[in-house]
């Protein structure tokens, strides 16, 4: 895609998955690895990203807001959100970079849509005014158990102060987790052309290079249009 001036347009890929997945980790990895062959690479998460962004997300993530409704999270998420599209991810894209973020809509759709019940078409309407039409170009879900990712994301949680302080969704039943995941599941199902499941079991090393497989396919795909 290319802009007024002819520059080509940068790639938006998102990471999604359950918390406890290793998404962050193997976003973490892949921009190393992009960086280390000279591409430019931009990371970002949501909630957060900017500062506005960090401010809300003390608010959503913190368990002493464990009353906060599903509309008040839905409109919360979607405000870091459209700080983090207007001041980080279109400048990045434009300039030509690899932007990387850590969630975005479809994390909305699977936690506020499938497990709190917000229907899926309000979602899109908001999504459509924060997001001003952005689309990743590739979303890689880390496929992992819902009971291997709630063990890993409590354990990781275990004995960290200000991970504790950002528990409050990792706190919820492993029902509203298997609700979660039946949500990325649908989404998979439903955009397979976008979204690809890549395997989250076994060591980061390994989970690591199928990304990097899905990455490259992907990346020649577009090279070739």
């Known amino acids: 895609m290319a802009g007024s001036t002819g520059a080509k347009r940068g790639l938006f890929v998102t990471f999604e998955g359950l918390d406890g997945s290793g998404k962050s980790t193997q976003l973490r990895l892949l921009a190393e690895r992009l960086a280390a062959e000279g591409q430019r690479v931009v990371t970002t998460v949501e909630p957060g990203g900017t500062r506005a962004g960090q401010a809300i997300r003390r608010i959503l993530l913190d368990p002493a807001n464990h009353n906060l409704s599903a509309t008040t999270e839905l409109l919360l998420y979607f ?110 199902a439903e955009q397979p052309q976008r979204i690809v499941r890549i395997d989250g079991r076994g060591p980061s090393g390994d ?4 990304v990097l497989d899905a990455f490259a396919r992907f990346r020649a795909g577009v090279d070739n249009v």
């Not at 899109?124 to 890993?152: N, Y």
């Not at 039943?173 to 609700?179: A, D, G």
């Open 79 to 188: 405000a870091a959100r459209a700080q983090n599209v207007a001041e980080v991810v279109l400048p990045a894209l434009a300039s030509g970079a690899i932007v990387l973020c850590d969630r975005f809509t479809d994390s909305t759709r699977a936690y506020q849509g499938a497990a709190r019940g917000i229907a899926d078409e309000i979602v899109l309407q908001v999504d459509r005014i924060a997001c001003q039409g952005l689309v990743p170009d590739l979303t890689l879900l880390i496929d992992l158990p819902v009971e291997e990712a709630r063990r890993r994301a409590l354990s990781r949680n275990d004995g960290d102060s200000k991970l504790q302080q950002e528990a409050r969704l990792d706190l919820e039943s492993v029902e509203f987790h298997r609700r979660v995941a039946e949500g990325f599941s649908k989404l998979a």
């Open 207 to 210: 989970v690591g290079a199928r």
